[in-house]
């Protein structure tokens, strides 16, 4: 019998995102559509929703649902807005924002991954992500500023050319902290030349690499 991929997916959505703290009905939607199944290694596509990370080779991971609904609904995102990611992966966080009908530039430093992500949201049609190859410590100057950033490897430090990037009233997330310490999620508002920072929950993440 055929794996039931939309099932699969309908149910990861009741159980793992509704019965936490997930409340954003666009969000919801966004990964109810997403087929998450397509952005992973086909011989593990079986376990595509069930709630945990999934390696999708060469050291890198996709994250576990909740996060990335977590991550997405603490951004605010709206139609049309500008959104940076940093760490494109699988190319999964990616579709999710580009779902909710955001302008999407991904950065990615390891090249097969942005080859691969590329080609993977081309096939599923979401023709509002631009995926570029480069280091995520620099940001994305040339189309700055960002309505949001979210940032899916773990630096040791706040980079400050990510703020930089922010508009005023701009919002960004991220994983900080060392690989072999515990990492904590980060809410950066911006305020003017401030910003505020409001730790979350504690996270693992690969470790966001700076290949200067």
């Given at each position: 019998?055929?794996?039931?991929?939309?099932?699969?997916?309908?149910?990861?959505?009741?159980?793992?995102?509704?019965?936490?703290?997930?409340?954003?009905?666009?969000?919801?939607?966004?990964?109810?559509?997403?087929?998450?199944?397509?952005?992973?290694?086909?011989?593990?596509?079986?376990?595509?929703?069930?709630?945990?990370?999934?390696?999708?080779?060469?050291?890198?991971?996709?994250?576990?649902?909740?996060?990335?609904?977590?991550?997405?609904?603490?951004?605010?995102?709206?139609?049309?807005?500008?959104?940076?990611?940093?760490?494109?992966?699988?190319?999964?966080?990616?579709?999710?924002?580009?779902?909710?009908?955001?302008?999407?530039?991904?950065?990615?430093?390891?090249?097969?991954?942005?080859?691969?992500?590329?080609?993977?949201?081309?096939?599923?049609?979401?023709?509002?992500?631009?995926?570029?190859?480069?280091?995520?410590?620099?940001?994305?100057q040339e189309e700055a500023p960002f309505h949001a950033i979210i940032v899916t490897a773990a630096p040791d430090h706040i980079p400050?050319?990510?703020?930089?990037?922010?508009?005023?009233?701009?919002?960004?997330?991220?994983?900080?902290?060392?690989?072999?310490?515990?990492?904590?999620?980060?809410?950066?508002?911006?305020?003017?030349?401030?910003?505020?920072i409001e730790g979350l929950l504690p996270v693992r993440f690969v470790p966001m690499v700076d290949n200067t």
């Amino acid at each position: 019998m055929a794996y039931n991929f939309d099932a699969e997916r309908n149910s990861m959505v009741d159980r793992q995102l509704m019965t936490r703290d997930i409340k954003s009905s666009a969000v919801i939607e966004a990964m109810r559509s997403v087929p998450r199944h397509l952005f992973i290694p086909e011989n593990l596509q079986n376990y595509a929703y069930e709630d945990s990370p999934l390696p999708i080779g060469l050291g890198q991971t996709i994250s576990q649902p909740y996060i990335v609904a977590y991550m997405t609904e603490l951004l605010e995102p709206l139609p049309g807005m500008k959104v940076l990611e940093i760490g494109t992966g699988s190319g999964y966080q990616a579709a999710v924002l580009a779902s909710l009908g955001c302008e999407v530039y991904t950065l990615e430093v390891i090249k097969e991954h942005a080859d691969r992500a590329s080609r993977a949201l081309a096939a599923c049609g979401y023709d509002n992500v631009t995926v570029k190859n480069g280091n995520g410590y620099k940001g994305w100057q040339e189309e700055a500023p960002f309505h949001a950033i979210i940032v899916t490897a773990a630096p040791d430090h706040i980079p400050g050319e990510l703020i930089m990037q922010l508009k005023d009233g701009g919002r960004m997330i991220l994983p900080v902290g060392a690989v072999y310490e515990v990492q904590f999620l980060k809410l950066i508002t911006k305020d003017g030349e401030k910003y505020s920072i409001e730790g979350l929950l504690p996270v693992r993440f690969v470790p966001m690499v700076d290949n200067t």
